[in-house]
């Protein structure tokens, strides 16, 4: 069992930066690859970004490529997504996942997710 706690959201102008982080229980984060998803309101949930479980590979969004970075650190069983340059259509709440095969991850099928960080832009 894995258990994701997401930190970090909040609010900011458009232009700007938050980093979130996602804190994992267990003694097995070092073996699942990790991701981030978003979901606005009226709208589905939306694959942002993911990192496999040595950090040796990243994937992203095309909406988001060049402006976010995922990254991870074992030793502190926790996962980061740095945004910058944020743009009011990054307004959404955002869920950290965790699946052991990368693919399945960034498909929209993890094995446990978080609860969720509020993150609002404005203009």
């Known amino acids: 069992q894995v258990q994701l706690v997401e930190s970090g959201g909040g609010l900011a102008q458009a232009g700007g930066s938050l980093k979130l982080s996602c804190a994992a229980s267990?003694?097995?984060?070092?073996?699942?690859?990790m991701g981030w998803f978003r979901q606005a309101p009226g709208k589905e949930r939306e694959f942002v970004a993911a990192?496999?479980?040595?950090?040796?590979?990243?994937d992203y969004a095309d909406s988001v490529k060049g402006r976010f970075t995922i990254s991870r650190d074992n030793a502190k069983n926790t996962v980061y997504l740095q945004m910058n340059s944020l743009k009011p259509e990054d307004t959404a709440n955002y869920y950290c996942a965790a699946n052991l095969g990368l693919i399945q991850l960034e498909n929209g099928s993890p094995d446990y997710w978080g609860q969720g960080t509020q993150v609002t832009v404005s203009s």
């Open positions: 990192i496999n479980s040595s950090g040796g590979r990243t």
């Open positions: 267990g003694r097995t984060f070092r073996s699942y690859a």
